[in-house]
């Protein structure tokens, strides 16, 4: 199988582990490291023998992506790899490790799991910013969410908003998040937003601190066209795609769809929502 390896500059305590995983895909796989991971993990003193690089534009022709680090570090490759149609398992080096399928000790069984199509592939819906101001993008993509914000004043956003066409409200507050269910544990919960299960066909729109009471978190289908223009007397915006930050003029217009692509994400075969929540997010854990 060609792997292609790819992880953050944050591997220090992990050396020896992470040197005993590179070792195993090399005597495996026919494995690709990301250029600049493989200056680093060299820089560590981990020999990576015969193993290529690959530069982040072709992914060095790979039938499975392994990432190492947390949940940023396989957000920042997402759409690359969605685009490709290559499948990735996170290993866990992070915090909470979200999207990832184990921590770096597991990581050799997770491979072998794989091998042996004893794992789960989970399809995660995407978000594209499709134009601003009537202009097309192109490929704006977040897995997680896009955010509308203020920059640089205190002075409240108001958001006409239209769902495919028809006008839904006008929000009034510093933001709006428009998450898909994999983004719903992040920036969307930490707002007010609902936790969905990431294999829901839909999007959450939440508001952030609303100026009304009766302005509330709504979940429409992932099919749905979303249009909103950014009013506020300040004379910029920030608008946020997975935390990469773009300043408009206020006035702007967006335009959010679903992506034409999503992402293929490998977890173990036993992996469900619930015990996400459990682990992940402490779901019933006696805190006293």
Known sequence: MNIALFGNRYQEKYKSLLSDFVGYLQESHTLSVESDFAAYVTSLGIDLGRAATFDLENFGGAELAVSIGGDGTLL???ALLASRGIPVVGINTGHLGYLTACRLNEAKEMITSIEQNNCRLQQRTMLQLVEINGKPCNNVIALNEIAILRQDTTSMISMPTTINGTMLTTYKGDGL?????????????????????????????????????????????????????INTRAKWIQVSVDGMAMTLPSGSTVKIAQAPYKLTVIQKHDHNFATTLRDKLLWGADQR
Do not use: F, Q
């Open 76 to 78: 920042g490759k997402a």
């Open 177 to 229: 998040v428009i998450s898909t269910p994999t983004g719903s544990t992040a920036y969307n919960m930490s707002v007010g937003g609902p936790i969905i299960n990431p294999s829901t066909s839909c999007l959450a729109l939440s508001p952030i601190s609303p100026h009304s009471l009766n302005m509330r978190p709504i979940v429409v289908g992932d099919d749905s066209v979303i249009e909103v223009t």
